[in-house]
């Protein structure tokens, strides 16, 4: 049992240290897991963004391409829960040559409001046998650890780590 209280207290340092460096490293899943892995610690984030931000109330902007498994699961995942996505889209603005006729000829549409920015970071840290899933919503960061079955399958290893801004 000491054994355990003991693990857990390290994953749970290691989850908040990462934390706190989640803008150092690129954003996307760098981890090798199988597409089974993915979906259960995907369908895990959903779980607690349902919490931190409410479905159907709540626009997210991906602020980099979900092209991984984790990923497309996300996003599919998300949408089924009710979320708006904003899918990353890595071409400029075109700039606006209309002129006054083609302005007139527009149809009114209402003020787009902006979403949450999200990124996440899915990476791997080998020697502890763990997986380590790292979102960057707005200003605000969580992350949390998933310990590695023989099997190759993630569970939880800690509690969701919550890194607020200036703290």
């Known amino acids: 049992m000491r054994g355990f209280v003991l693990n857990t207290v390290a994953v749970t340092a290691l989850v908040g240290l990462a934390g706190c460096t989640v803008t150092q490293r690129p954003h996307g899943n ?11 610690m995907a369908d895990d984030t959903v779980t607690q963004l349902m919490v931190l931000y409410p479905p159907a109330h709540t626009r ?13 699961t996300l996003l599919s995942s998300l949408r089924e829960k009710g979320y708006a996505i904003l899918e990353y889209d890595p071409s400029p603005q075109s700039a606006g040559t209309d002129t006054v006729a083609d ?5 009114l549409v209402p003020p787009v409001v902006p979403g949450v920015p999200l990124r996440y970071a899915v990476d791997a840290v080998e020697p502890m046998a763990l997986y380590r899933v790292t979102l960057q919503i707005g200003a605000q960061s969580i992350s949390r650890a998933f310990g590695i079955t023989e099997s190759g399958m993630p569970h939880p290893a800690g509690l969701w780590i919550r890194k607020e801004p200036g703290r």
């Open 30 to 40: 760098h981890a090798a897991a199988s597409s089974d892995a993915n979906k259960t």
């Open 60 to 72: 997210l902007d991906i602020q980099h391409p979900a092209s991984d498994d984790y990923g497309r």
């Open 103 to 107: 302005a007139a000829s527009l149809p």
